[in-house]
């Protein structure tokens, strides 16, 4: 779930928190645990040990029992400091490689406007979108 919102024409989030639940989704880096884990007052060894788990050979989010993200609870928990891939969303690569993504991720984001043309979504989304491995 996000709130950075740079566009409310493209995407308002609705705060369903559909996008907090089910697993693998939510990869972090070594700094999203560095900053999850100073912001939970632990030490980031420990905090991987307790939060996440294993997808391949990534870190990913743990889930609770209820299928959603260990941090979600009605809403995200640890907001200020969520991962990268939270606070994109869903301004994401994905989307200029193949602008049918966004409309692919309008099915499972309910905050996701599909209603507009390709090229207005393309024109839109593109000053939006950072390279993922210049913005942290
Ligand atoms: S699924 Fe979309 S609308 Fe729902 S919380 Fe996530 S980003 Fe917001
Ligand atoms: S960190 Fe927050 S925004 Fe990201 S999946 Fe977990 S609850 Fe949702």
Same mark, same amino acid.
């Given at each position: 779930m996000t709130s950075d919102n740079p566009d409310s024409l493209l995407f308002d989030c609705r705060q369903c928190g559909d996008c907090c639940r089910g697993?693998?989704?939510?990869?972090?880096? =070594? =700094?999203? @645990? %560095? #900053? $999850?884990?100073?912001?939970?007052g632990e030490d980031p060894a420990r905090f991987q040990e307790r939060y996440c788990q294993m997808s391949g050979r990534r870190p990913v989010l743990a889930q609770a029992a209820n299928g959603y993200c260990v941090f979600w609870d009605k809403l995200c928990t640890i907001h200020p400091v969520k991962p990268r891939m939270c606070? %994109?969303?869903?301004? @994401?690569?994905?989307?200029? &490689?193949d602008i049918q993504n966004?409309?692919?991720?309008?099915?499972?984001?309910?905050? @996701? #406007?599909?209603?507009?043309?390709?090229? &207005?979504? %393309?024109?839109? @989304?593109?000053?939006? $979108?950072t390279p993922e491995d210049t913005d942290e």
């Open positions: 697993y693998g989704g939510t990869y972090v880096s =070594e =700094e999203d @645990i %560095r #900053r $999850i884990a100073a912001y939970l606070r %994109r969303w869903p301004f @994401i690569d994905a989307v200029l &490689v966004w409309k692919s991720m309008g099915a499972s984001c309910p905050g @996701i #406007r599909t209603d507009l043309p390709d090229d &207005v979504v %393309r024109q839109k @989304i593109t000053p939006l $979108i």
